[in-house]
């Protein structure tokens, strides 16, 4: 059986007495009750972008990322155009409104904050996890008090009908998906029509055309984790609830004190690459905007939580460690994608030295998610350097807005 809570602890972030004890227990009864067991890693990633504007964003992504297109799903509402690397990877299932008059619960959820309402259907839905057996963890799940959509509503939705789907969570705005697929079968999302359309197998030979020409396309590897920014109030309730639907472990938190935050990991506890399973990380601030007038401590993540709602901050992608020229892989990359006429919010941090470099690319215009680059050297595990990760989180927060949008 599973024993989730013996993984070593990293960071220095001090957590409440409350955290610590539930950790324990939910991990412990999760392993019990075979859950830890029957859920797996990472299947698909689900996002939603504005109607036409799909075509352009993957293009963007076929320059940045290892992915491809696959196949389009035409349904009622939506345009679901699948991406893939291959089955070791987790899929990305890019939705686009037909309608843009188009109202659903997560066009409501970017509506009520001043910048997330600028794009109303620019959102990331969350992660589907792959299970062996999909009505027992959700029942499981539900009698938990977690909150599934009933297959009438997914339908309404224009979401596929094999995968259970929870209610977005309080505390991350996010969904958790099950679905199932026998170890060696491919990944199949029972949902419209499957078609290749000829314009967006054009925008994504662009990209990967570009790719190749500057000579980034073997540096890109999957995606090594996923950020997220709450609350502060809900930093822990955030990846307790994350814990009990997944089975992931806590890796640890880091305190952020330069820029008045936490960063904190959760990974997979069935030993998978971060390839095949990414890491999901929770960065919140250390205290809520409401006394900040006391202290007037740098406010980015909190900030933009305010503006954007707790929602996903970026994707962050693996650099193949090595170098190019006498130049790191990832420096090389970053200077061949912005002479293409991609921005980034600053030079890239961190150094062999300090095991890591990393770097954040300016918010994506059709999806409002940054793309983060990480080379790591050597054997080197971690996922940041402290230092690295307070000036990306200011750097973010210049792009962002560091004053309240009213």
Excluded at 177 to 189: C, K, N, S
Aim: aromatic content about 10%.
């Amino acid at each position: 059986m599973f024993n989730s809570t013996l993984f070593p602890r990293f960071g220095d972030k001090q957590n409440s007495p409350f955290f610590e004890e539930y950790l324990q227990r939910v991990l412990a009864e999760r392993d019990r009750s075979g859950l830890t067991e029957m859920i797996g890693g990472i299947e698909a990633l689900m996002l939603t972008v504005e109607p036409g504007n799909s075509v352009e964003y993957i293009t963007e992504l076929s320059l940045m990322t290892p992915y491809h297109y696959l196949v389009t799903l035409d349904s009622p509402k939506h345009l679901t155009h699948v991406l893939r690397i291959d089955m070791n990877s987790p899929d990305i299932l890019l939705r686009e409104v037909k309608d843009p008059d188009y109202h659903d619960i997560f066009r409501s959820l970017n509506d009520i904050y001043p910048i997330g309402s600028r794009r109303h259907h620019s959102r990331y839905l969350g992660e589907i996890l792959l299970t062996t057996n999909r009505h027992e963890v959700v029942a499981q799940q539900q009698s938990r008090e977690f909150r599934f959509f009933p297959i009438g509503q997914l339908a309404e939705l224009d979401l596929p009908v094999n995968v259970s789907i929870s209610k977005p969570s309080p505390y991350t705005q996010n969904v958790v998906g099950y679905m199932e697929r026998p170890a060696d079968g491919i990944r199949v999302y029972q949902h419209g029509e499957c078609v290749v359309l000829s314009n967006i197998q054009a925008a994504y030979e662009r990209g990967k055309e570009m790719q190749e020409r500057i000579g980034i396309k073997d540096m890109i590897q999957p995606i090594d984790h996923l950020a997220a920014r709450v609350y502060s109030q809900n930093r822990e309730s955030a990846i307790l609830e994350y814990l009990a639907l997944s089975s992931y472990y806590y890796w640890g938190s880091y305190d952020i004190k330069e820029q008045n935050s936490s960063t904190n990991v959760t990974k997979n506890t069935k030993n998978m690459l971060e390839s095949m399973s990414p890491a999901k990380v929770f960065t919140a601030n250390n205290i809520p905007y409401c006394v900040n007038h006391l202290d007037k401590l740098p406010s980015p993540t909190e900030t933009f939580v305010r503006n954007y709602g707790p929602r996903l901050h970026h994707i962050a992608l693996t650099v193949k460690d090595g170098s190019y020229n006498g130049v790191e892989n990832i420096d090389y990359v970053v200077n061949a994608i912005s002479a293409q006429g991609k921005g980034f919010l600053l030079d890239t941090v961190g150094s062999r030295e300090e095991g890591l470099k990393q770097i954040f690319s300016s918010a994506s215009e059709f999806s409002s998610l940054i793309i983060e680059y990480v080379q790591r050297f050597g054997d080197f595990q971690g996922f940041f350097a402290k230092d690295n990760v307070a000036q990306l989180t200011f750097a973010a927060g210049l792009e962002e807005g560091v004053q309240e949008q009213h």
